[in-house]
């Protein structure tokens, strides 16, 4: 089971599209890993997270034909952008064998509706999923979450499992809810691989923010360490930054690695 990061930073992106400010300065100095497009990422060649406006950008030469599977977060134009899927059908994509299936939240359904493409010439299947309920989709079983993120919709993140591998897919959300652990726990989830919210870097936030930064990063890993889902054996991995927060690779590694997690980078990928 292989993971890849495609993209790892908040809406603005890193550098910010419209930002001059001194972090923003400082990334486009020092290039590489700090340089940052809309988060998304994608499993073995089959499975999408997320479909943001930067896709076409951050290929590194991977076939979107090839997806089979498309989970998405929420409705925020930086994680989901409906109309791509247009390019799916014809005349824009030729010797697709099979629909895209979709899992979403009832929002992202709503915006896919919009398009008027759901269904035609067996392009794009939606399922509406629920919070605490495992959908299997082709060798994955799927469970999404309820993220602390947003009132308008429910936000969703993921419990991905493959080949006895389990995966946590943490974006976006703040500090998880009460029931969340309590499901975590009840079922016994160890998880191999943990991918965590990190907008806010450096800011010190509190349980009730929309998003983390490594002060939540820290006590959640703690938290998750408690109840048994992470292990020593865990990958911890942290994503999503923006440019508010310093988000300078190094930096962030040195904070990172005192609680055992790693800095994610556009086109990471780690082998589970």
């Known amino acids: 089971m292989k993971f890849k990061y495609l993209g790892t930073a908040a809406a603005e992106r890193v550098p910010a599209v419209f930002c001059d400010c001194e972090n923003c300065k400082m990334a486009r100095e020092l290039g590489g890993k700090n340089i940052r497009t809309c988060s998304q990422a994608m499993i073995d060649e089959d499975l999408l997270i997320d479909l943001c406006p930067d896709t076409y950008e951050i290929l590194y030469g991977l076939r979107l034909d090839k997806i089979k599977y498309l989970l998405v977060t929420h409705s925020h134009g930086d994680h989901f952008a409906p109309y791509e899927l247009i390019m799916r059908q014809k005349p824009y994509a030729h010797g697709l064998n099979e629909e895209l299936l979709v899992l979403c939240n009832a929002a992202v359904a709503d915006e896919i509706y919009k398009t008027g493409i759901t269904n035609v010439n067996g392009s794009v299947k939606v399922t509406v999923v629920e919070p605490f309920k495992t959908y299997i989709a082709g060798d994955y079983a799927i469970t999404p979450l309820p993220a602390r993120h947003m009132t308008t919709e429910q936000a969703l993140i993921y419990v991905i499992e493959k080949e006895n591998k389990k ?60 109840i048994g889902s992470v292990t020593a054996e865990t990958k911890i991995f942290l994503n999503h930054f923006s440019h508010n927060g310093k988000p300078i690779q190094e930096k962030l590694e040195e904070q990172a690695i005192g609680f055992g997690a790693k800095v994610a980078f556009d086109g990471e990928e780690i082998e589970l």
């Open 167 to 226: 995966i946590l897919y943490g974006h976006d959300s703040g500090y998880f809810y009460d029931e969340v652990f309590d499901y975590l726990k009840t079922n016994e989830i160890k998880f191999d691989f943990i991918s965590l919210d990190c907008t806010e870097v450096f800011n010190i936030l509190g349980e009730t923010a929309v998003h983390m930064s490594l002060n939540l990063n820290k006590r959640l890993c703690e938290k998750l360490c408690d």
